[in-house]
T-cell receptor, first 113, second 117 residues
Framework: SQQGEEDPQALSIQEGENATMNCSYK?????LQWYRQNSGRGLVHLIL?????REKHSGRLRVTLDTSKKSSSLLITASRAADTASYFC?????????????FGQGTILTVHP | AAGVIQSPRHLIKEKRETATLKCYPI?????VYWYQQGPGQDPQFLIS???????DKGSIPDRFSAQQFSDYHSELNMSSLELGDSALYFC????????????????FGAGSRLTVL
């Protein structure tokens, strides 16, 4: 069973545009993480936001977290063709289960040169 | 920098056969996690180990077993393989007690792709 629902399922944009992906989850969390996956390859950790944080930046990435709505968004600014990948949010419930991540379905991002 | 090493990268088996996947965590990482990602699916947590002891268990079939060895590498053993076991199997590692907040940013390996015919 999945914790997170992501939307959109697929996003197609032009280079230079911003890409926004959303994630919703169902249970309380300790932190929420975003991962990137190139087609059929490994998962690369992008950014982690803790439950007591509302916004976090890393380079061209901006993540927001609204625990009252159980939702998060990932914004990639000034996108590049190399950003083409699947993006997953993953929640960590903490407690005795730190590191046991529950992934959302993912958003497939295509950035056209 | 050394990453999480998984082997083999690709594996083809027949139904009812057995497969073993290996994972070598980042040096000094003491926690290992296994995830399964079916075609077009999100990764699903299978099992994790901390200091050679099972620390958590997810949707791992009874036909699967895993362990972490004294050198911290881990092996996932899958028996009586079924077509539905075809998937990408990821290992990830992290440092620190699973109870320490922030210690659990996982580093994933490139995955082992299992195809069951």
């Amino acid at each position: 069973s999945q914790q997170g629902e992501e939307d959109p399922q697929a996003l197609s944009i032009q280079e230079g545009e911003n890409a926004t992906m959303n994630c919703s989850y169902k249970t309380s969390i300790n932190n929420l993480q975003w991962y990137r996956q190139n087609s059929g390859r490994g998962l690369v950790h992008l950014i982690l936001i803790r439950s007591n944080e509302r916004e976090k930046h890393s380079g061209r990435l901006r993540v927001t977290l609204d625990t009252s709505k159980k939702s998060s968004s990932l914004l990639i600014t000034a996108s590049r063709a190399a950003d083409t990948a699947s993006y997953f949010c993953a929640t960590d419930a903490g407690g005795t289960s730190y590191g046991k991540l529950t992934f959302g379905q993912g958003t497939i991002l295509t950035v056209h040169p | 920098a050394a990453g999480v090493i998984q082997s083999p990268r690709h594996l083809i088996k027949e139904k009812r056969e057995t497969a073993t996947l290996k994972c070598y965590p980042i040096p000094r990482h003491d926690t290992v996690y296994w995830y399964q990602q079916g075609p077009g699916q999100d990764p699903q947590f299978l099992i994790s180990f901390y200091e050679k002891m099972q620390s958590d268990k997810g949707s791992i079939p009874d036909r699967f077993s895993a362990q972490q060895f004294s050198d911290y590498h881990s092996e996932l053993n899958m028996s009586s393989l079924e077509l539905g076991d075809s998937a990408l199997y990821f290992c990830a590692s992290s440092w620190g007690l699973p109870l320490i907040p922030g210690a659990n940013v996982l580093t994933f390996g490139a995955g082992s792709r299992l195809t069951v015919l």
